[in-house]
């Protein structure tokens, strides 16, 4: 009975967007593989990334999903391996943040932005 509640619950999403105007985007196109990332910028620190700002281009599916208040993060894993995702509501804006909010694990996303360590240390 569950596999059916989640298929159904995934139809009802997909309705939702069609409704929305959203078709399957094929247009966005990556730039970076998160191995590539790891490997060319794993031992830069915090400060050389923010100093020089590398913008990134990434796609794969979500493995995991964190959502918390005004920040959220999400693993994705490409062809090459795995990247974090750090996404913020105030830099975002309200509504993409809550389209995110409404992904689900296993859901294939694109994502851009500027390289750089969390606090944890994490390369994001």
Avoid: C, W
């Avoid at 913008?55 to 959220?72: F, H, I, N």
């Avoid at 750090?86 to 993409?96: C, E, N, S």
């Amino acid at each position: 009975m569950e596999d059916n509640k989640l298929i159904a619950q995934r139809r009802e999403k997909l309705a939702a967007l069609r409704e929305q105007g959203f078709k399957f985007p094929n247009q966005f196109r990556p730039d970076a593989l998160a191995a590539d990332l790891h490997e060319k910028h794993g031992e830069a620190d915090a400060e050389s990334l923010e100093r020089d700002p590398l913008p990134v281009k990434v796609a794969g599916r979500m493995l995991l999903k964190r959502v918390m208040g005004k920040a959220s993060f999400a693993t994705l894993q490409d062809r090459s391996g795995r990247i974090q995702l750090v996404l913020q509501r105030d830099v975002l804006g309200h509504k993409a943040y809550q389209a995110f909010k409404g992904h689900d694990v296993g859901d294939i996303l694109g994502a851009s932005g500027e390289l750089f360590r969390t606090k944890a240390g994490e390369l994001s």
